[in-house]
């Protein structure tokens, strides 16, 4: 099992829909990252994230420690957000080792 | 743009060589990540550098090794590569090592091995 989870894997969506990622971890985190990834392979950090909520424009990421998850929404999706999320967790248990989802691929048709 | 410059973008080379890719990370940062994305395992991290010295490694072959210089560029070297070792290597910087700060991605290097 992985020590990340991510649901779900493929979404196709409708331009102006609500969207939601979610990522689950199995380790003790000291802190969680949402990247997003372009078909032509550039990687962007989105968010980090220790606690709470955190909104960028149309992105929000929100974590519960607790539950050991985090979602991703994006409002009023536009086809530019195809694109792969990847979650990755810092585990708090080996300090700086970062650990991968396997990604979302998310494709928002107009 | 991050500021994340990897040379050379596309490297295709064959079984048993041995090549190096090069990272310049954003200028003020003084930490370099390494990471390989290959279809099967997905983003995996590989070693870390702050300011020269070694932090963190992560799922690194004893065939591949790192460092960062002086001017805080930072050179992976993979040897007596095989098939497996083709993917997609990944350079990040963050602000200095603690686990707080945000990493900056360069292009990455598309590594192919025939």
């Known amino acids: 099992k992985n020590e990340v989870e991510q649901s779900p894997q493929n979404l196709t969506a409708q331009e102006g829909e609500f969207i939601t990622i979610n990522c689950s971890y199995s380790v003790g985190i000291s802190a969680l990252h949402w990247l997003q990834q372009h078909p032509g392979g550039g990687i962007v950090s989105l968010f980090m994230?220790?606690?709470g909520k955190k909104k960028h424009g149309r992105l929000i990421a929100t974590i519960n420690i607790q539950e050991k998850h985090s979602s991703l929404h994006i409002t009023a999706s536009h086809p530019r957000d195809s694109a792969v999320y990847i979650c990755?967790?810092?585990?708090?248990?080996?300090?700086?080792?970062?650990?991968f989802g396997k990604g979302t691929l998310l494709t928002v048709n107009p | 743009d991050s500021g994340v410059t990897q040379t050379p973008k596309h490297l295709i080379t064959a079984t048993g060589q041995r090549v190096t890719l090069r990272c310049s990370p954003r200028s003020g940062d003084l930490s370099v990540y390494w990471y390989q994305q290959s279809l099967d395992q997905g983003l995996q991290f590989l070693i870390q550098?702050?300011?020269?010295?070694?932090?963190a490694k992560g799922n690194i072959l004893e065939r591949f090794s790192a460092q960062q210089f002086p001017d805080l560029h930072s050179e992976l070297n993979l040897s007596s590569l095989e098939l497996g070792d083709s993917a997609l290597y990944f350079c990040a910087s963050s602000v200095d090592g603690t686990l707080y700060n945000e990493q900056f991605f360069g292009p990455g290097t598309r590594l192919t091995v025939l």
């Open positions: 990755a967790v810092w585990d708090r248990g080996s300090n700086y080792k970062l650990t």
């Open positions: 550098y702050y300011n020269g010295e070694e932090r």
């Open positions: 994230l220790s606690s």
